[in-house]
């Protein structure tokens, strides 16, 4: 079963759907017994990071997905899911994230004609093949909407990045955790094979 963490700040429902899609058994959870117990586990994240943190802390959510990366099981972070992972966010102020990752999340950097938050479909320029990524072609199209970004501390974490217009890390890995900033369940067939692709790892 794959457990979906529900801790309040997240498009849950279009989550567990994508991934009931795909044919595999998803069940959005606020247990932290749930996701002790399930074989892969999902971090979705919709809002502001502060906010995601306490109520992580608060409901003991945040312990249990450490736990289950630290156990091994294939754990993904979806948009937000993914900067929470990292050690610190600089979205109003200065902020501890899980320290899952190495590095820092930081605001895209105000230019002329550039809109932030960073809104619409992108191309994936792949780093290095993983499992996630198995099927899709050379340039996959992905739908994000963010106004922050990681800055990943070790480069070989980022397994695909995009161009807004400098590159960011728009898919990281790191042995059996790994995280998107963009949404794959409003990616289409892309984030389909995406979501079908965790749904098989073991």
């Known amino acids: 079963m794959i457990a979906i ?4 700040m997240g498009n849950l429902r279009s989550v567990q759907k994508a991934v009931q899609a795909v044919g595999a058994n998803a069940e959005v959870t606020s247990d932290p017994a749930t996701i002790r117990g399930a074989s892969h586990v999902i971090l979705p994240g919709v809002g502001a990071f502060e906010d995601a943190m306490a109520e992580l802390k608060r409901t003991g959510l945040g312990d249990a997905f450490v736990e289950a990366v630290r156990s091994g099981k294939p754990c993904m972070g979806v948009c937000l899911g993914l900067q929470l992972l990292f ?15 190495p590095g820092r999340v930081v605001r895209f950097a105000a230019r002329p004609g550039l809109k932030v938050p960073h809104m619409g479909w992108n191309t994936l320029r792949k780093r290095r093949p993983v499992p996630l990524m198995e099927g899709l072609g050379p340039d996959p199209s992905v739908y994000f909407v963010h106004s922050y970004h990681a800055v990943a501390g070790r480069a070989e974490d980022v397994a695909a990045e995009a161009d807004y217009p400098d590159p960011f890390p728009a898919l990281v890995w790191r042995e059996n955790l790994m995280a998107c900033q963009f949404h794959p369940e409003k990616s289409q067939a892309v984030g389909l094979r995406m979501y079908a692709n965790f749904a098989a790892l073991s």
Do not use: A, F, P, T
């Not at 963490?5 to 309040?8: L, P, V």
């Not at 050690?87 to 990752?101: A, C």
């Open 87 to 101: 050690d610190v966010s600089e979205e109003d102020g200065e902020h501890r994230g899980l320290g899952l990752l």
């Open 5 to 8: 963490i529900d801790y309040g």
